[in-house]
C-alpha cells in the first residue's frame, strides 16, 4: 500500500491578521518539511482567522483573504515547498451564485484550498454550516456542493470541514463512495467542558462510516468569547486511534500512513448532492520507506485542568489579540477575583498583574488581609485606595440608602478601576462568576466593569474547585500555591453592608448550581427540577431570579466560553420578556 | 363574486405575556365582530410576541403556547365569535421531525392557526426563514412545508407568514398554482428608514405574482431593539392599493372585499415542494351584501415624523414592557440629551421624565442655562448635582490626567444617574448618537450608562434635522418648541476640558455621517468611498476609528433600530480582530 507522511499544524490564528497568519502557515509548513511531510494541512479558516463574523459580509475583505491565499501559494513556492500540497482554510466567495434575497451578500464562503506548486490547485467549502450555539454560518456562507479528492503520491485523499463531520450525510459518506483512502477534516471547533471525548468517539464513528483513515485537525488558542482546545486525532477506518495531540498547546503532529492505493473516482453526483471533484497532484505513490514518525498520543488533562488551562488560554490570547500586556484587577480579599488573579498571573506572569484592594467601611480586615496575602504570593502588583472620600462625595449630595448605597461602593470600585486602566493602560477584568450572574447578584456597572470576564462560564461551585486543584498543583510542583486559605475557605460575601453574606439572598451554592445547570444550560421546567430532586420553593425562588436577571447579563462583558451552554449566544432572551416559568 | 369583510388588527404584542396578548385578541375579534367581520387576521407570533428569540428553545414555554392557543380557541367559541374564523400567530412544534444535529432543540416552528368553532381548525409554519440582520431565525425554527388553504365563505384563501413574501419562490407561486382567490401574509416586519416604501412595492408584485387580491398586515410596537411601525396593506390583483392602515398606530383595518369564487383545489406537492393543505370552513357564499368598508387610506408620515415617531414607540414600548413608567436623563444642555429628553415626554409625559444637570468645573454657563430651559419648556422634573466633590476626592487619590480625567468625569455622571436610578426607580436613558458611537468618541461606563439608548441608531445629522423638526411641529400646533434654540445652534462639545469641540477630535459631522453610512451601513472599502467624493486623508481618518472602536460599542445598551443596518446584529465584528481596512 502506498505510503504518505501527514503534517497536521495545529495552530492559532489572529482574526483578521492575514499577514501574521500568512507568516505562520509559512513558518510551520517550513517545520513539516524538515520533518519530511507529503502532505500539509492547517485548520479552518486559519488565513483569516476564525469566526469572522460581519468580516465575510465585507467585501474587500473577502478579496484581500482571496489575494493572500494566492500570495501564499506564490510565496511556499518561492520557499522551495510548491511540491507539497498544503491544505489552508480561508475565506472565500461563490463565483457562481446569483445574488439572491435573504442569501448572504456577496456569498461568502467558509472554504479551504489545496495549495501546490504555486498556485491554488483546488477549492472547496463547508458543506454543512452550523448555526446554533456559537455558530451563525448561515448568516455568513453559501454552503459548498462538492466532495474534493486530492490524489496525492497515489493515494485519494478527501477533504471536509468541521461541521461537515458533526452533521450526518454529506462528506463522510460521499468519502465512502468516493473510495478515498483518507479523510482530512480541517476544524475550529470551540471548546466546551467534556467536549474532547464526545469529538474523540465522533471521529471514531465518521472514521468508519467513511471507510478509511480519518485526520481531525484542530485549532488552538483564542479568539474573544471562544477557546480553542487543540485535542487533533488521527483513527484508522476501524476507528482505533492512530495518533492525538495535546490539548491546548501549538504544535505539528507528523505520522506516517499507510494507505489504500488510489483506485478508480467515481464522477459526476454522489451522496446528499455533492459532486465529486478530483484533482491528480501526483499519480505515482513514493517509493517505499521506513515508517518512522507515528505522531504520538498525548496525555489527557484531568477535568479540573483542563478548565483551568482554557480559562488561561482564552484570557491570555484575549489580551494579546486586543494589545494589551498587562491587566488590572480589583481584588476583594474574596475566592473569584483571587481565582481571576491566579489565571491572570499564569496567563502573562505576575509582573504584568495589577492588584487593586478598594476597601471601603464594611470591608472586613480579613478581607484586607487576604488581599495582600494574594498579592505576596503571586508576585503581582499591589497597591490599596479606599473609597470613603468618594463614598462620602456621593453620600452627601444625594442621601442614598438600600440598594442603592450598596450598588454605589461597587460602581466606585469599577470607576477606579477604570481610571487607573485609562491612566496605566493595563486592561480591566470582571470577576463575576455565571452562579451570580445567572441569579442577578452583582452591579451593573460596579463588579461588571471589564473588557474580559475569566470566569464568566464557570459556576461557584467550579470556582472552589479550581481554586483548590490550582493551590494543589502548586503544592506539587513545591511552589507557593497563590491562593490564601481563608479566601477558599471563609463565607462569600459581597461586604457591602454589615455582616452582609451571599447566602443571605441565595440559597447555598451547591443547590443554586444545581437547579441552574439544568434551568438554563440543559433548559429544563420548573417540574422537571423539582422531579430532579431539588426542592420545590427553592427551585421556584431561583427561576424567578433568573428570569428577572436577563436585563442585567446583556450588559456583561464578553468571555470565555467554557460551559456546553454559557450565556452568550445560547441564550437570548427578549430583554423585555414577560414570560416567567412559574406563571 | 362572492364577498368577505375581512378584519386585519394591526396591533402590539409582548413577548411571553400569552394571558394578556390573547386577551388582546379577544377584544380585537370582538371589535372586529361588531365590524360585521367575516375572516379575522392577527400578526405574525402575536400570542407569544416577536421575536421570541431563545424561547423557542424552551420546551415549557412552546408547550405553553400551544396550550394557550387551544384555550383562546374555546374562549373565542365561548364569547360568540366561534364562526368567524380568526388567523392567529404563535410558537409551535413540529411534531412529526426527527432529533437530528444541527437542528433547533425540540423543532420549534413560526407558526400560525385559523381558529373556528372553539377548535383549531388549521396550522401552518412560515416556510421562508429569514436568517440576516436583525433576524436569526434558522437558530430557532424548523420551515413549513405546506400550502394552507381555507376556504372561507366560498372562497379560497392561501395563508403566508412574512419572510414568504419577501424571498422568492414558494408560498406566492403556490398561491397561484393552488388558485387561490385571496392571499393573507402576516408579519411582525421591523421598522427600518423607507422600509414602507419597498414593502409596498414587495406587496403589489407578490399580489400580481399571486394572481389574487393580497392582504399584508403588519404588527405595530416596539419589543426591545426592535420597532413595528404597522402600515398594513391591501393591494388587488392587478397590483393595485385597496387599502393602507396608519404607521405606528394600532387599529383594526375593515374592508369589503369582492373575490373569485372557489373552484378545485389541485392536491398534492405545488412550487417549491410545498404540499397543499385544504381546509373547507364554509363552502357557501355569503348572500349578497352591500359593501361598505373600504378600509381607507391612511396618509404617509414624512420622513422626519416617520423617524422621530419611531423612536417615540420604541421607547415607549421598553419603559412599559420592562415595567418602568419613569425615565432618568443626564442633561448636558448638549443636543442629543436635549432630543432624548424630547422623546421620552411625547412618549411618556414631561411629569414621568427626570433631568439631572451634573455640571463640572469645565461646564460652560451656556450649556447650565439650556439644560435649565429645556426643563422650563417642556415640564420636565430637573434638579442639578454638581460632580466636583467627586472629581476632587478621585483626583486626590489618583492623580489622573489627560483621557483619563476625561473619561472620569463622565463615569461619575454614570455613577450618579444609576444611583438616582436605583434610589428612585426611574430607568436610565443613555444620550449617545451612531456617529459618536461608530468613531468610539464616548466613554465606557460614563454617557453610555443607560438601560435604553433612544438614538443610538440616528446619525448626529439627523440628530440636528428631527430636533428642527420637532421645534418646527410645535410651532404649528402653537405650542412651546421643545428644544433650546442654543442648543441646536452651538457647536457640539463634551465639556470635559476647557474649550472642547466635537471638531477638535472628528470631522465635520455632514461629512463624517456621509463616510460611515458607506462604510458601516453599506459596507463599502476606502477605495469607494473616495470615489464617491471624500478627501482621502479623512477618510482614513474615520475608517480607523471605527475599525479600533468596536470593542466600545459592543458594550453599548440595546436600543431602537432604526438604520438600514445599524450596529445591532448587523454589525458584530469580533471584537480583537486585527482586520483594517487600510493596511
Not at 515508517?291 to 477535568?303: I, M, P, S, W
Not at 484575549?318 to 481584588?331: D, E, M, T, W
Not at 464568566?456 to 497563590?482: C, H, M, S
Not at 443554586?512 to 444550560?521: A, K, R, S
Request: glycine letters at 10%.
Amino acid at each position: 500500500m502506498p505510503q504518505l507522511r501527514l503534517a497536521l499544524n495545529q495552530i492559532d490564528a489572529t482574526v483578521g491578521d492575514l499577514a501574521a497568519n500568512s507568516a505562520s502557515i509559512v513558518q510551520w509548513t517550513r517545520h513539516s518539511a524538515e520533518q519530511g511531510a507529503h502532505l500539509v494541512a492547517f485548520p479552518e479558516m486559519v488565513l483569516t482567522g476564525y469566526p469572522v463574523e460581519d468580516l465575510a459580509l465585507r467585501p474587500s475583505f473577502v478579496e484581500a483573504s482571496r489575494t493572500a491565499l494566492r500570495a501564499l501559494a506564490g510565496q511556499l513556492a518561492d520557499e522551495g515547498y510548491g511540491e507539497i500540497p498544503v491544505i489552508v482554510g480561508y475565506l472565500d466567495r461563490c463565483e457562481t451564485a446569483q445574488p439572491k434575497y435573504g442569501q448572504p451578500a456577496g456569498a461568502p464562503q467558509n472554504a479551504a484550498a489545496v495549495l501546490h506548486r504555486g498556485e491554488v490547485a483546488l477549492t472547496f467549502a463547508k458543506h454543512h454550516l452550523p448555526n446554533y450555539g456559537v455558530f451563525d454560518e448561515f448568516r455568513y456562507f453559501v454552503p459548498g456542493d462538492t466532495l474534493p479528492v486530492v490524489r496525492v503520491r497515489g493515494v485519494d485523499v478527501a477533504l471536509a470541514i468541521c461541521e461537515d463531520l458533526w452533521q450526518d450525510g454529506g462528506r463522510v459518506p460521499a468519502t465512502r463512495s468516493a473510495g478515498a483512502g483518507l479523510l482530512v477534516s480541517i476544524n475550529a471547533s470551540p471548546y466546551e467542558q467534556n467536549k474532547d471525548d464526545t469529538r474523540l468517539e465522533l471521529v471514531r464513528k465518521r472514521a468508519q462510516e467513511a471507510g478509511c483513515t480519518t485526520a481531525y485537525l484542530a485549532m488552538i488558542g483564542g479568539q474573544d468569547e471562544l477557546v480553542f482546545d487543540g485535542d487533533s486525532i488521527v483513527v484508522d477506518a476501524a476507528g482505533e486511534v492512530v495518533a492525538r495531540a495535546p490539548q491546548f498547546a501549538e504544535g505539528c503532529v507528523v505520522l506516517d500512513l499507510e494507505l489504500p492505493a488510489a483506485g478508480a473516482v467515481p464522477e459526476g453526483v454522489v451522496d446528499d448532492g455533492l459532486r465529486i471533484e478530483h484533482v491528480v497532484l501526483s499519480d505515482e505513490p513514493l517509493p517505499p520507506y521506513e515508517a518512522e514518525l507515528t505522531g504520538g498520543y498525548a496525555e489527557r488533562l484531568d477535568d479540573a485542568e483542563e478548565v483551568y488551562s482554557a480559562l488561561v488560554v482564552g484570557l491570555r490570547a484575549y489580551a494579546a489579540k486586543n494589545g494589551f500586556r498587562s491587566v488590572l484587577i480589583g481584588l476583594s480579599g474574596g475566592i473569584d477575583s483571587a481565582l481571576v488573579a491566579a489565571i491572570a498571573c499564569d496567563a502573562l506572569g505576575a509582573q504584568q498583574v495589577y492588584g487593586v484592594s478598594m476597601p471601603s467601611k464594611y470591608s472586613s480586615d480579613h478581607s484586607k488581609d487576604d488581599a495582600a496575602e494574594l498579592a505576596r504570593r503571586t508576585g503581582l502588583n499591589f497597591r490599596t485606595v479606599p473609597i470613603e472620600p468618594m463614598f462620602d462625595a456621593y453620600m452627601g449630595s444625594l442621601g442614598l440608602t438600600g440598594l442603592a448605597e450598596e450598588n454605589l461602593q461597587s460602581r466606585l470600585r469599577g470607576t477606579m478601576l477604570m481610571a487607573i486602566s485609562n491612566q496605566e493602560g493595563h486592561i480591566v477584568l470582571a470577576p463575576g462568576n455565571k452562579s451570580e450572574l445567572a441569579v442577578g447578584y452583582s452591579t451593573l456597572y460596579g463588579d461588571s466593569v471589564g473588557a474580559y470576564g475569566p470566569i464568566k462560564d464557570v459556576y461557584k461551585t467550579a470556582i472552589f474547585r479550581l481554586a483548590e486543584w490550582r493551590n494543589r498543583a502548586a503544592a506539587e510542583r513545591g511552589q507557593v500555591p497563590p491562593i490564601p486559605e481563608n479566601s477558599i475557605t471563609k463565607p462569600p460575601s459581597a461586604e457591602l453592608r454589615p455582616d452582609q453574606v451571599d447566602t443571605d439572598s441565595l440559597p447555598d451554592y451547591p443547590v443554586l448550581d444545581g437547579i441552574l445547570e439544568l434551568y438554563v444550560d440543559r433548559d429544563q421546567g420548573a417540574r422537571a427540577i423539582t422531579a430532579a430532586g431539588f426542592d420545590e420553593e427553592t427551585v421556584a425562588r431561583v427561576l424567578r431570579l433568573v428570569d428577572t436577571a436577563e436585563y442585567k447579563r446583556r450588559q456583561y462583558p464578553p468571555g470565555t466560553k467554557i460551559s456546553a451552554k454559557g450565556f452568550g449566544k445560547d441564550r437570548r432572551l427578549p430583554i423585555t420578556n414577560r414570560w416567567r416559568e412559574l406563571g
